[in-house]
């Protein structure tokens, strides 16, 4: 469909629709202009194809007219039709790269031959604009692949300063940087087109800055690295930059999404040590100050041993339930064991790791049944930084254990629902069938719904409804009896829901079956 705005007098623009529909087979949208100022505000808007104007309209100034329009839109196609053919008059009209310049009255053959090449050169124009949008969404996604993968090097590999140096290249990122990790602190759980939003929110405000990366959600946290190219500040310039960089994010995201977030901000290295940025980003929320920015991480005391075990709980709990909230307490940990003496530290490593692999509710064959955490003793030869490589090492088990939970969704539900066709004559919530499966509330509900294609609470209303019914075709029970039967403690509540779900009430439907048995008796 084409979308033409026609400047001319009423008769001839209706012998002009009348040329077009009858001499191609295009779908024409005519918009019908009567003021000079309507015309332009339409030609800047940038969504007509075609301009038919004739240079003496009403409320025109003939050329002058042509001259602002080619002025809001160099681009667009125009038809101009003059009943006046002065050499000089269309010496100047041709000069605004006009398609054609035709005669008042209209002849249809001009109008034909004219129209054909101006839709000749729109279709090439639009395979043009095709084919550039085209590159451009290439090198975006190309782009973004570069950025993810850097990201995922630096998150989840082994370090290797070449690839990363190539990855800077190819980026036009410098080879020194810092990493930024930001923490949203509620409205993100199974919302992704406002996690998506949020990260390209965050994209603009580091644009400010210096060049960036931002990755997607990463659980349940964003992760930046930006280039760093400020030598010449010091110690104290640094920090208040990179304060500052701080506040312009939980600003800008707390104005446009109204969410309260915590960011913690690493040290500027090199690129082959940037690992140490990202853990000092990590650490550092939680030991933000009262603004919930926090730059760089501080030694904390050791913990006692009461301490350590309730941490180490919350820790497996966390990975039990699929919580990302497990990398932030596995990280916490680490601070409070620097300071134990080597081998101290290596067994309380090793003990977490072990632990977090057992409680993990794992379904069918998985790569953690066959880790040999022996070897990760070996790898630790040679090895100064050892929290470094710990928590590299935490963030692939717990990567692994995510996986797990998304590929056992069916046995999970399966699961799930044995356990509320065991419970559901009780109060039974969400998050105690989440509890029993050992997946977290949000999880559970999002795959929930995907394979059974309603929310479980609708779900489990229907169960009861449906058990509520066979009671009811038995007969030996009363109403009152067979709402509490089912889980329901309020008759009138239960006789609402049961209406909303069958179209009668349970005394009208109980009344419905009973006439249905005596006439099904009175035929046999």
């Given at each position: 469909?084409?979308?033409?705005?026609?400047?001319?007098?009423?008769?001839?623009?209706?012998?002009?629709?009348?040329?077009?529909?009858?001499?191609?087979?295009?779908?024409?949208?005519?918009?019908?202009?009567?003021?000079?100022?309507?015309?332009?505000?339409?030609?800047?808007?940038?969504?007509?194809?075609?301009?038919?104007?004739?240079?003496?309209?009403?409320?025109?100034?003939?050329?002058?007219?042509?001259?602002?329009?080619?002025?809001?839109?160099?681009?667009?196609?125009?038809?101009?039709?003059?009943?006046?053919?002065?050499?000089?008059?269309?010496?100047?009209?041709?000069?605004?790269?006009?398609?054609?310049?035709?005669?008042?009255?209209?002849?249809?053959?001009?109008?034909?031959?004219?129209?054909?090449?101006?839709?000749?050169?729109?279709?090439?124009?639009?395979?043009?604009?095709?084919?550039?949008k085209g590159r451009e969404n290439y090198l975006v996604q190309t782009k973004n692949i570069l950025e993810y993968g850097f990201l995922y090097t630096i998150l989840f590999e082994e370090m290797n300063e070449?690839?990363?140096?190539?990855?800077?290249?190819?980026?036009?990122?410098?080879?020194?940087?810092?990493?930024?990790?930001?923490?949203?602190?509620?409205?993100?759980?199974?919302?992704?087109v406002v996690a998506e939003k949020l990260q390209k929110k965050i994209k603009e405000i580091m644009g400010r800055y210096e060049r960036s990366m931002v990755s997607p959600k990463m659980f349940e946290r964003?992760?930046?690295?930006?280039?760093?190219?400020?030598?010449?500040?010091?110690?104290?310039?640094?920090?208040?930059?990179?304060?500052?960089?701080?506040?312009?994010?939980?600003?800008?995201?707390?104005?446009?999404?109204?969410?309260?977030?915590?960011?913690?901000?690493?040290?500027?290295?090199?690129?082959?040590?940037?690992?140490?940025?990202?853990?000092?980003?990590?650490?550092?929320?939680?030991?933000?100050?009262?603004?919930?920015?926090?730059?760089?991480?501080?030694?904390?005391?050791?913990?006692?041993?009461?301490?350590?075990?309730?941490?180490?709980?919350?820790?497996?709990?966390?990975?039990?339930?699929?919580?990302?909230?497990?990398?932030?307490?596995?990280?916490?940990?680490?601070?409070?064991?620097?300071?134990?003496?080597?081998?101290?530290?290596?067994?309380?490593?090793?003990?977490?790791?072990?632990?977090?692999?057992?409680?993990?509710?794992?379904?069918?064959?998985?790569?953690?049944?066959?880790?040999?955490?022996?070897?990760?003793?070996?790898?630790?030869?040679?090895?100064?930084?050892?929290?470094?490589?710990?928590?590299?090492?935490?963030?692939?088990?717990?990567?692994?254990?995510?996986?797990?939970?998304?590929?056992?969704?069916?046995?999970?539900?399966?699961?799930?629902?044995?356990?509320?066709?065991?419970?559901?004559?009780?109060?039974?919530?969400?998050?105690?069938?989440?509890?029993?499966?050992?997946?977290?509330?949000?999880?559970?509900?999002?795959?929930?719904?995907?394979?059974?294609?309603?929310?479980?609470?609708?779900?489990?209303?229907?169960?009861?409804?449906?058990?509520?019914?066979?009671?009811?075709?038995?007969?030996?029970?009363?109403?009152?009896?067979?709402?509490?039967?089912?889980?329901?403690?309020?008759?009138?509540?239960?006789?609402?829901?049961?209406?909303?779900?069958?179209?009668?009430?349970?005394?009208?439907?109980?009344?419905?079956?009973?006439?249905?048995?005596?006439?099904?008796?009175?035929?046999?």
């Amino acid at each position: 469909m084409y979308r033409v705005a026609v400047a001319m007098e009423e008769t001839e623009q209706e012998n002009l629709q009348q040329i077009l529909q009858e001499s191609f087979s295009e779908t024409w949208e005519f918009l019908t202009i009567k003021k000079q100022e309507e015309l332009l505000k339409v030609v800047e808007e940038g969504e007509t194809a075609l301009v038919f104007l004739s240079l003496s309209m009403e409320n025109f100034s003939g050329l002058k007219a042509l001259q602002s329009l080619r002025e809001k839109n160099k681009n667009i196609h125009v038809c101009v039709f003059s009943s006046f053919f002065a050499a000089d008059m269309v010496t100047e009209v041709v000069m605004y790269g006009v398609d054609a310049y035709l005669s008042v009255p209209i002849k249809k053959v001009q109008v034909k031959q004219a129209v054909a090449k101006i839709i000749a050169k729109l279709e090439e124009e639009k395979i043009q604009w095709i084919h550039q949008k085209g590159r451009e969404n290439y090198l975006v996604q190309t782009k973004n692949i570069l950025e993810y993968g850097f990201l995922y090097t630096i998150l989840f590999e082994e370090m290797n300063e070449k690839y990363l140096h190539e990855y800077c290249d190819a980026l036009g990122m410098m080879y020194q940087g810092f990493m930024i990790s930001i923490h949203p602190l509620k409205g993100l759980q199974d919302q992704e087109v406002v996690a998506e939003k949020l990260q390209k929110k965050i994209k603009e405000i580091m644009g400010r800055y210096e060049r960036s990366m931002v990755s997607p959600k990463m659980f349940e946290r964003f992760i930046i690295y930006s280039s760093w190219s400020k030598e010449d500040m010091s110690e104290q310039q640094k920090r208040e930059y990179l304060t500052r960089i701080g506040y312009d994010l939980k600003k800008g995201i707390m104005d446009e999404f109204d969410t309260p977030v915590r960011i913690g901000i690493g040290n500027v290295y090199p690129i082959k040590d940037i690992y140490l940025s990202y853990q000092e980003a990590v650490n550092s929320v939680y030991f933000k100050n009262k603004d919930n920015v926090m730059l760089f991480h501080r030694d904390e005391g050791i913990l006692s041993h009461s301490e350590y075990i309730d941490m180490l709980n919350r820790l497996l709990d966390a990975v039990k339930f699929g919580k990302s909230e497990a990398l932030d307490l596995f990280s916490q940990i680490l601070l409070c064991l620097k300071e134990l003496e080597y081998d101290a530290k290596i067994n309380k490593i090793m003990q977490i790791m072990v632990l977090s692999c057992h409680v993990a509710p794992l379904e069918g064959e998985n790569e953690l049944q066959f880790l040999n955490c022996t070897a990760f003793l070996k790898e630790l030869e040679g090895i100064t930084e050892v929290e470094v490589w710990a928590y590299r090492k935490f963030e692939y088990l717990f990567k692994l254990i995510s996986e797990s939970h998304s590929a056992g969704v069916p046995a999970t539900i399966h699961s799930a629902m044995k356990y509320i066709e065991s419970h559901y004559t009780s109060e039974i919530s969400l998050e105690d069938v989440a509890r029993h499966v050992g997946v977290s509330p949000q999880h559970f509900s999002k795959v929930f719904k995907n394979q059974t294609g309603t929310n479980y609470v609708d779900w489990i209303t229907h169960l009861r409804i449906e058990k509520a019914m066979q009671y009811i075709n038995v007969g030996d029970r009363t109403i009152k009896e067979i709402c509490f039967l089912v889980g329901y403690k309020d008759p009138n509540y239960f006789s609402r829901i049961f209406k909303k779900m069958v179209g009668m009430t349970p005394s009208e439907y109980a009344t419905g079956n009973k006439i249905l048995k005596k006439n099904r008796g009175t035929i046999n």
